[in-house]
């Protein structure tokens, strides 16, 4: 989760590193031996799962979402377009504006992307946009797997054809 990092700063937020094992699923603790974590919590489901300290502060769960939604989407767009081997002015053609703008998109300290302009981008990678809510648990799981493998999205062609050009 190191890309919450500069968001967290900005925001004058210490952040501890935790790794997906540290909140899914965690065993009963009381305290980690750093001291960063408190007591297990319950989900809904029933699962235990430990949660930072810090996570406590409703500001500072703000500004982990935050993070990720600004540095994940622009990590997605750069993975996907390298994994096509596409240039950001490829991508700024078929997304009808200037290889700048693309530019912008793949900063993870840009912060702005529209969801306008996400469905134009999910468009021009012929892949799927979802926006949902969820709880932390998840959240915590989806952030700490920032893989290129786990960030990129194949067009439909390619998951539903075996990469043949020819529409459905």
Request: with cysteine; hydrophobic share 35%.
């Amino acid at each position: 989760m190191h890309f919450l990092s500069s968001r967290i700063e900005r925001n004058h937020l210490k952040f501890t590193e935790i790794t997906v094992d540290d909140v899914v699923n965690a065993p009963k603790i009381e305290k980690y031996e750093s001291g960063n974590f408190t007591s297990v919590t319950s989900s809904n489901n029933g699962c235990a799962h430990a949660v930072p300290e810090d996570w406590y502060q409703k500001e500072y769960r703000e500004a982990i979402v935050e993070a990720g939604i600004e540095q994940d989407i622009a990590w997605q767009i750069l993975n996907n377009r390298q994994k096509r081997k596409w240039t950001q002015r490829q991508l700024a053609e078929r997304l009808g504006t200037q290889q700048s703008a693309v530019r912008r998109l793949e900063d993870p300290e840009y912060g702005r992307h529209s969801l306008n302009t996400l469905v134009k981008v999910a468009h021009a990678f012929d892949c799927a946009l979802q926006v949902r809510l969820l709880p932390f648990s998840e959240f915590a799981e989806i952030s700490n797997n920032l893989s290129p493998e786990a960030t990129f999205a194949a067009s439909f062609i390619e998951e539903f054809t075996n990469g043949s050009e020819e529409e459905i």
